[in-house]
T-cell receptor
Framework: SQQGEEDPQALSIQEGENATMNCSYK?????LQWYRQNSGRGLVHLIL?????REKHSGRLRVTLDTSKKSSSLLITASRAADTASYFC?????????????FGKGITLSVRP | DVKVTQSSRYLVKRTGEKVFLECVQD?????MFWYRQDPGLGLRLIYF???????EKGDIPEGYSVSREKKERFSLILESASTNQTSMYLC????????????FGPGTRLTVT
């Protein structure tokens, strides 16, 4: 029952360019989170945005949330080769005591040196 | 630094064997999760536990069981391994209150031959 759907599935850019990744979801959320996964490793939490927030920044990361459209975007500015990884959005449900996250299938980002 | 560790990075087992994957977290988290990750399918939740000796089925529990005898340890058991259980297995933990940020282990790449 995956809720988050990322777009595009794969993205290839030149070092120094900005990378924009999108996520759509279906139900009401408490928050939306973005994770990064380097090849063959576990996921690492990047940034979280709550349902009452519209934009957050963390270093070169900027995340936006549009609850009316049920969508979020992650922007990585001035990309580096080391940003090459898979990126996942995950949603935390608003209802009940459900503390699970629902992950999307991920976006593969390749940053060419 | 928060830490989730998994007992093995790589594991090769034969069809029909009983397989134990162990996960330990040092953050005193109430929630622990087991996912499997396959190309094109993203992360799929197998089981999760919200307290010692408590467990709930995730999206794909068939062929798996879990054990949580201590708060810091969550084990995934493949009762009789099959080739279609060849996958990357990821363990995660989180607090039981929002925002439910999850911390992941490095993953176990299991091959069943």
């Amino acid at each position: 029952s995956q809720q988050g759907e990322e777009d595009p599935q794969a993205l290839s850019i030149q070092e120094g360019e900005n990378a924009t990744m999108n996520c759509s979801y279906k139900t009401s959320i408490n928050n939306l989170q973005w994770y990064r996964q380097n090849s063959g490793r576990g996921l690492v939490h990047l940034i979280l945005i709550r349902s009452n927030e519209r934009e957050k920044h963390s270093g070169r990361l900027r995340v936006t949330l549009d609850t009316s459209k049920k969508s979020s975007s992650l922007l990585i500015t001035a990309s580096r080769a080391a940003d090459t990884a898979s990126y996942f959005c995950a949603t935390a449900s608003q209802t009940g005591a459900n503390s699970k996250l629902t992950f999307g299938k991920g976006i593969t980002l390749s940053v060419r040196p | 630094d928060v830490k989730v560790t998994q007992s093995s990075r790589y594991l090769v087992k034969r069809t029909g064997e009983k397989v134990f994957l162990e996960c330990v977290q040092d953050m005193d988290h109430e929630n622990m999760f087991w996912y499997r990750q396959d190309p094109g399918l993203g992360l799929r939740l197998i089981y999760f536990s919200y307290d010692v000796k408590m467990k709930e089925k995730g999206d794909i529990p068939e062929g798996y069981s879990v054990s949580r005898e201590k708060k810091e340890r969550f084990s995934l058991i493949l009762e009789s391994a099959s080739t279609n259980q060849t996958s990357m297995y990821l363990c995660a933990s989180s607090a039981s209150s929002p925002p439910y940020e999850q911390y992941f282990g490095p993953g176990t790449r299991l091959t069943v031959t």
